[in-house]
């Protein structure tokens, strides 16, 4: 199999890989700059006390907020949630492989098809 040099598609293939380059160059700066704010704010962290309060008394609004959300995160903490979560992942997964699965098979189809036409 040859491959033909057209510069029309050479043209598109240096726009793809300088749109990869300059995503590259934008992510790469960006985890630099979280991983930097990270590693400057370690020290604050660690500073707060561990028990959770700051020392200032807080509304009885956000103590109740604080009491769901806390309910809220007690739920995702049971087994039995994750493992039907991950359960049904899977079977989605799976799902996805068996259509993915059949349209190959067709596509193989369909070329074998065109093969034996053309001889």
Known sequence: MTILWIPSQAGNDNKKLMIEFIVSIIFIVSLGGILLILIRKIP????????????????????SIEEKIK???????????????????KVMIMRIETRIDH???????KAQQKNKDKK
């Open 103 to 109: 349209s190959l098979h067709k596509i193989r189809h």
């Open 71 to 89: 309910g809220f995160f007690i739920f995702f903490e049971k087994q039995i949630f994750l493992q039907k979560f991950l359960s049904w992942v």
């Open 44 to 63: 604050a962290v660690n500073a707060l006390p561990q028990n959770g309060s700051a020392g200032i008394r807080e509304h009885h609004i956000v103590l």
